[in-house]
């Protein structure tokens, strides 16, 4: 039974270095942008950079559209080939990397040079695969370390160990008088 004490400052657990560095880390991503883009306006001028700008946002959507394209071809392609009962293909090179792409051609849609470039290098396809062989490698370590269960059970342990004081865990039981009898309409409510 809680009281609605608050929980000890003490046994509050850390915060975690994402949650930590990733407001100032957007808040530095943001400078450096527009510092970036006034140095460009300033070497030439603002017609150049909007031309950049929108040539950036031309390109990502051109790459987000093909991926999509790709992805749901592969997807259907799946799909026939299990409705005709044939064994569908193994790995597939063409299928990898339609994350990869979209996330580079989103970031060559969000105005900025420093995002385009990201977005342009995401789209080679050596850098597709080194991204792509450590996120794997990344979601492997972080599975192995969480407790055996189901996913649900994960998710419901990081509630438990994470309390805010709001959430009591329990069950309603109702016990009515003869349960075997039907129940008798209730009266109207009146003013």
Same mark, same amino acid.
Request: charged letters at 20%; hydrophobic letters at 40%; glycine letters at 12%.
């Given at each position: 039974?809680?009281?609605?004490?608050?929980?000890? @400052?003490?046994?509050?657990?850390?915060? @975690?270095?994402?949650?930590?560095?990733?407001?100032?880390?957007?808040?530095?991503?943001?400078?450096?942008?527009?510092?970036?883009?006034?140095?460009?306006?300033?070497? @030439?001028?603002?017609?150049?950079?909007?031309?950049?700008?929108?040539?950036?946002?031309?390109?990502?959507?051109?790459?987000?559209?093909?991926?999509?394209?790709?992805?749901?071809?592969?997807?259907?392609?799946?799909?026939?080939?299990?409705?005709?009962?044939?064994?569908?293909?193994?790995?597939?090179?063409?299928?990898?990397?339609?994350?990869?792409?979209?996330?580079?051609?989103?970031?060559?849609?969000?105005?900025?040079?420093?995002?385009?470039?990201?977005?342009?290098?995401?789209?080679?396809?050596?850098?597709?695969?080194?991204?792509? %062989?450590?996120?794997?490698?990344?979601?492997?370590?972080?599975?192995?370390?969480?407790?055996?269960?189901?996913?649900?059970?994960?998710?419901?342990?990081?509630?438990?160990?994470?309390?805010?004081?709001?959430?009591?865990?329990?069950?309603?039981? %109702?016990?009515?008088?003869?349960?075997?009898?039907?129940?008798?309409?209730?009266?109207?409510?009146?003013?």
């Amino acid at each position: 039974m809680t009281t609605g004490a608050q929980t000890p @400052s003490s046994a509050r657990p850390r915060r @975690s270095r994402l949650r930590t560095f990733l407001p100032l880390g957007i808040a530095v991503w943001l400078v450096l942008e527009i510092w970036l883009l006034t140095l460009v306006a300033g070497a @030439s001028n603002a017609l150049v950079v909007l031309l950049v700008l929108l040539a950036g946002v031309a390109a990502g959507s051109v790459v987000i559209k093909r991926a999509g394209r790709r992805a749901f071809r592969n997807l259907s392609e799946t799909l026939q080939q299990q409705q005709s009962g044939t064994a569908p293909a193994g790995a597939r090179p063409a299928g990898e990397g339609n994350g990869l792409m979209m996330l580079g051609g989103l970031l060559l849609i969000i105005p900025g040079l420093l995002s385009d470039a990201v977005g342009l290098l995401l789209l080679l396809p050596p850098v597709q695969k080194t991204v792509s %062989r450590s996120a794997e490698r990344t979601f492997e370590r972080k599975l192995r370390e969480a407790d055996p269960g189901t996913v649900g059970g994960v998710f419901r342990q990081a509630r438990i160990h994470q309390p805010d004081g709001k959430v009591v865990q329990g069950e309603v039981v %109702r016990d009515e008088p003869g349960g075997d009898t039907p129940r008798q309409p209730r009266p109207p409510l009146t003013h």
